[in-house]
Nanobody, 122 residues
Framework: EVQLVESGGGLVQAGGSLRLSCAAS????????IGWFRQAPGKEREGVSC????????YYADSVKGRFTISSDNARSTVYLQMNSLTPEDTAVYYC???????????????WGQGTQVTVAS
């Protein structure tokens, strides 16, 4: 069974940090890129970051560049999203998803996690 399980969300004050984890199982982890998306109430799901499977190349949305860092531990089949200098605008449900090649848009992604809530208080 394919599974992507996010963890690490929570409530944090503005300026604080969180590290999200995405644990994968049931598929060949190193054959897929892993992306992070977020969706705030009333808004569309947006791409946040992605890490490629073969070259480990990373991609970031402009809104998080310099604040978020994506990394991968292939031995643990886990991708992390380190989020620093958080602002209330980062409040959303964060999802990880698997795809052949990184893409900013959610449609090409094959597998999705259930999401983890991140709330940043002002």
């Amino acid at each position: 069974e394919v599974q992507l399980v996010e963890s690490g969300g929570g409530l944090v004050q503005a300026g604080g940090s969180l590290r999200l984890s995405c644990a994968a199982s049931g598929f060949t982890f190193d054959g897929y890129a892993i992306g992070w998306f977020r969706q705030a109430p009333g808004k569309e799901r947006e791409g946040v970051s992605c890490i490629g499977s073969s070259d480990g190349r990373t991609y970031y949305a402009d809104s998080v560049k310099g604040r978020f860092t994506i990394s991968s531990d292939n031995a643990r089949s886990t991708v992390y999203l380190q989020m620093n200098s958080l602002t209330p605008e980062d409040t959303a449900v964060y999802y990880c998803a698997a795809v052949s090649l990184c893409d900013y848009y959610p449609i090409p992604y094959d597998f999705w996690g259930q999401g983890t809530q991140v709330t940043v208080a002002s």
